[in-house]
């Protein structure tokens, strides 16, 4: 994870940057700095002194212009990460001896370093069979496997299945339609689960769909949202968002236990509300999206280059030789191979250009063409 780290420059006193790395990235939409909006709105902050853990006027926005988003009156709080988000949502709806039911690839089960489990006193996170084969429902749940699941045990041994997790967009770049989310969350509810979003780029979502953000949320059955920010444009910070409210009564409680309560709220609220108010929350996805589909254009057209699945948020897999993955490397590009079922992920960020996409594209066929 080391290698082309940042050097950081250990003089004493010295406020220089730290060498940069020698170009953007397409290895994760968090390589990806903090967008103007959310910078400007710290900065606004940080003036004067503010209430702290919560009780500021920049909390208090940010939760209105949440509200505003999904319109509902629903519950919101903010921690540091995504996965503490995840894990306290999964603790809160189950009891330890039940079980949450995820996609084999989702990032309860592959990048949490089992922190849903161990945040839950052990609730057990249950792997839902994928419908295999289908490139178009890559890492979107099969609600008939889930039925089957739920079917197949119902004894006193077996953790109790009592939600179900989404991922939007998924974690292999594809997006759930409004009528597959609707139809999934529903059956959940029907089948007395209760339903949780990871909701890390579901403004990637949004910008593909079109649609109000109630629509894949709320009204598709969904109870407690986790929503990215940093993967968006933030540095830091992602909201838990309770369309429920019963469910989130003492979820204070439990993220100040977790250290998620931000002592200076107000610097994690002011970029919400920067990105928010000034759309650039939807912009930056959007940014984003259009960099993935440019880039899936270009990679189409170099011969022995293979997608794998239909890119339609922010990120595009393809298969490629192990060697021209090293050349990659050796080239100074960084990019994830480990994700989901293997290929090489390239991710775009709000800040990907089109000069980005063209020095990877060439580099590959160069990669390509001298092996
Ligand atoms: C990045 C990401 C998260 C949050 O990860 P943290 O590193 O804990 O902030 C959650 N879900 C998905 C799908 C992600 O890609």
New binding site residues.
């Given amino acids: 994870m080391c290698e082309g780290r940042t050097i950081i420059d250990d003089r004493p006193n010295s406020h220089s940057a730290p060498q940069p790395l020698p170009k953007r990235q397409f290895a ?3 390589y990806a700095g903090i967008c103007p909006e959310a910078w400007q709105a710290m900065a606004a902050a940080n003036v004067g002194h503010a209430l702290s853990y919560g009780d500021d006027e920049w909390t208090r926005r940010a939760c209105d212009l949440l509200r505003e988003m999904f319109e509902t009156d629903c519950e919101v709080f903010f921690t ?7 894990s306290l949502a999964v603790a809160t709806l189950c009891k330890p001896y039940q079980s949450v039911i995820c996609h084999e690839f ?3 089960e592959t ?2 370093c089992g ?1 849903p489990e161990f945040s839950s006193n052990g609730s057990k996170v249950l792997l839902a069979p994928d419908q295999a084969g289908l490139p178009a429902a890559a890492g979107k749940i099969d609600i008939a496997g889930v039925e089957h699941l739920l079917r197949r045990r119902s004894d006193i041994h077996y953790p109790r299945p009592h939600v179900l997790s989404l ?1 939007q ?3 292999l770049g594809t997006v759930y339609s409004v009528d597959e989310i609707q139809a999934v969350g529903r059956r959940a509810r029907d089948l007395g689960l209760r339903v949780h979003m ?4 579901l403004a990637n979502a949004l910008a593909t769909l079109h649609v109000a953000a109630n629509k894949i949320t709320w009204r598709a059955g969904v109870d407690v949202l ?1 929503l ?1 920010g ?2 968006n444009a933030m540095g830091i910070g ?1 909201a838990v968002v309770f369309f429920d409210r019963d469910l989130a009564a003492e979820f204070d409680y439990r993220c100040k236990q977790a250290g998620q309560l931000c002592s200076k709220m107000r610097f994690i609220a002011a970029q919400w509300v920067g990105v928010l108010e000034s759309g650039a929350w939807l912009a930056n996805a959007q940014r984003a999206n259009r960099a993935a589909a440019d880039l899936a254009a270009r990679l189409r057209q170099i011969p022995g280059v293979k997608l794998l699945f239909p890119p339609q948020a922010n990120s595009v897999f393809v298969e490629l030789p192990a060697a021209a993955v090293d050349a990659l490397h050796r080239r100074g590009w960084h990019f994830y191979t480990f994700i989901g079922c293997g290929g090489a992920r390239l991710m775009c960020s709000w800040d990907t250009t089109e000069a980005d996409i063209t020095a990877f594209a060439a580099d590959l066929r160069a990669v390509l063409d001298s092996a």
Avoid: W
């Fill in positions: 994760s939409d968090n540091f990460t995504g996965t503490a988000a995840n989702a990032h309860l990048d949490e922190a991922t967009a998924t974690e990871d909701g890390a780029r986790c990215g940093s993967k992602e």
